[in-house]
């Protein structure tokens, strides 16, 4: 099993649209967690970190289920200019550091 | 911008020879992580520098070494090349190994 995996996609879905994407982690130590986004042969950029109570953004909403090892991310009123890359990365801060992303789910947002 | 900067931005190297990047972090971050990005697929952790110290590391041989200097800036040396080694070579700086942010990045070919 993959340490980190997330939803294959690819998403296409209409603007105005809400979708949801979910990420698994194998470790239970893992610690901290983060969403990324990519845009095409650009470099990741930080959306938001996930936080155990969920965390809001203006459209940007993320949630984490330590229970379950699931961390999520839905996004409301999709806009064009949301295609991207979103990139699911699980941190393990221990006396020596892991940092797993997971293999990214692409959205497009049509017109 | 971030504030990351790295260099070359492309670099074209022969089988068995030798390579350094370099990575130049943001202002006051003290933790530089370095990852290989293959094309269409995640990021994948190298190894990282805290406080001029490796502090975590990924699957990766012992060709790739690396540096920390007391600036925070960064090195990653690659021996030995070889052509699976072609890919996205990312730097992200962080403060106190939390959120990361990346550089643009250095397209290595091995030919």
């Known amino acids: 099993r993959k340490e980190v995996e997330q939803d294959p996609g690819p998403f296409n879905v209409p603007e105005g649209a809400t979708v949801a994407f979910n990420c698994t982690y194998s470790?239970?130590?893992?610690?901290?967690f983060f969403w990324y986004r990519q845009d095409c042969r650009k470099e990741p950029k930080l959306l938001m970190s996930?936080?155990?109570s969920g965390n809001e953004d203006g459209r940007f909403t993320a949630q984490l289920n330590r229970a379950s090892q699931y961390i999520s991310l839905l996004i409301r009123d999709s806009k064009l200019s949301d295609s991207a890359t979103y990139l699911c990365v699980v941190f393990l801060k221990t006396s020596y550091d892991k940092v797993i992303f997971g293999p990214g789910t692409s959205l497009s947002v049509i017109p | 911008e971030t504030g990351v900067t790295q260099s070359p931005t492309h670099l074209i190297k022969t089988r068995g020879q030798q390579v350094t990047l370099r990575c130049s972090s943001q202002s006051g971050h003290n933790t530089v992580s370095w990852y290989q990005q293959a094309l269409g697929q995640g990021p994948q952790f190298i190894f990282q520098y805290y406080r001029e110290e490796e502090n975590g590391r990924g699957n990766f041989p012992p060709r790739f070494s690396g540096l920390q200097f007391p600036n925070y800036s960064s090195e990653l040396n690659v021996n030995a090349l070889e052509l699976d080694d072609s890919a996205l070579y990312l730097c992200?700086?962080?403060?106190?190994?939390?959120?990361?942010?990346f550089g643009p990045g250095t397209r290595l070919t091995v030919t």
């Open positions: 992200a700086s962080s403060f106190d190994r939390y959120e990361q942010y």
């Open positions: 996930v936080y155990s």
């Open positions: 470790n239970s130590a893992s610690q901290s």
